[in-house]
């Protein structure tokens, strides 16, 4: 049996057709307007760097670093899947597939980001290694094990929604196949590192403190550009240098201000604050942006507001088609962000955070939640996004209080929370849901 898996294929083609090659013939551009005709000669050497090493991280983001190529002769009695399976992080998967075409008493297992293990191992049956990177099954019955085989379980213990796993290498008396399983579940001008963040503000009643928020963003970047997305009742002007202020029709609500906003972005990054936010001397974007960068994969960073820091799981059960799935908002986080002392993986994070702007547009703001909302859009790019959350990139809140009009929006009634819930069990397919 011929069968593998190749990265970083050569010139390779089969019967399945052409594949990539790593070192492809450029394209001529013939007919073409060329994209960079109007770079002048002094920019165009920086940017081509500067694009490299963006198309690099897009790569490392997307998987493409990690291409695989597929050879598999006609006909081959292949049984564990070809294309992978999907796996919750950091929780134990029953591997799909039976094992009829295993025709050997023994097989090895070896895996590198994961433990494989058997379930109900019962007395006389040889498996070596359970919980472990290298696993063995032996019998000297075929039925058995195949019957062993069916009870193979995968756990991974590194947490990530973007990755993948499982070299499996099987012998079949003289002859062996190997597996891969797809499990899916810079030089910087440092003078325009700034320019990579867009501070993103949504406005509603509060004036007062939007221009206390103003100002203390100016103290520590007098150039950012800030938007502010306003859906008062009776608009007021916000003036000042490198702001965008866009008038939205009265109480629009809360993600339709975030879409809004988001939208109008054209930097790397936005960092996402609340109108009622105070910047402190403490409060360095920086931070933020040097995770981002030095981890492309990810795609929201999370702080803290005070001593608030509030990030969260979300524990999703699948249900059935009928029905649906139940998800639950549980405080606490996932693994630590390796290199990075008091980051941590996370499902969702408290309402400061920085979010890479071609990530977060993908997943969008549900404009149908207008008063409460923000758990919501973690639930929408749970699977997708990737979040992280710090310890220490700190935020001031202001002490104010709210007016009855403010109140009454903030605090809608019991209606819209039933109409939420009816909303989450149609669009995402929800059978319950708890906070």
Known sequence: INFSFMSNPKAVTSSIGPFRNENPTPCTCQNTMPANQFVSKDELDDLQKRRAEEFRQHQIRSGKENDVLILVPANTPLQYPMRGFRVTP?????????????????VSLRVQKGVLSVMNV??????????????????????????LLSRLTYTSTIY???????EHRIFLKNFRFQITLDLTNKKKNKKKKKFKVTVLIKAFLRYKELNVLINSIRQNYPKIKIIVADDSLNPEKVVGDNIEHYIMPPAQGWFAGRNLAVSQVTTKYFLWVDDDFVFLNETRIESFVNIMEAVPELDVVGGQVEGNQFAFQLQYE?????????????????????????CFFADGVVNYFLGRTEAVRRVGFDPFLKRVAHTEFFVDGLGDLLVATCKGFRIGHQNHGSTNKYSSYRHPPKSDSEA???HHFFKNHLKCIKY
């Open 160 to 166: 990530h929604i973007k990755t993948e796993d499982l």
């Open 122 to 147: 019962q007395e006389g049956e040889q498996v070596d290694g359970q919980n472990e990177k290298h696993l063995s099954i032996s019998s000297s019955s075929l039925q058995q094990l195949n019957d």
């Open 90 to 106: 950091m929780n134990k998967t029953l591997i799909p597939g039976d094992s009829n075409y295993i025709k050997s008493l023994k």
């Open 318 to 342: 699948e249900g059935n088609s009928e029905e649906g799935g139940c998800i639950t908002r549980v405080s606490r986080t996932h693994a630590p962000l390796p290199g990075f002392d008091g």
């Open 420 to 422: 939420k819930m009816t």
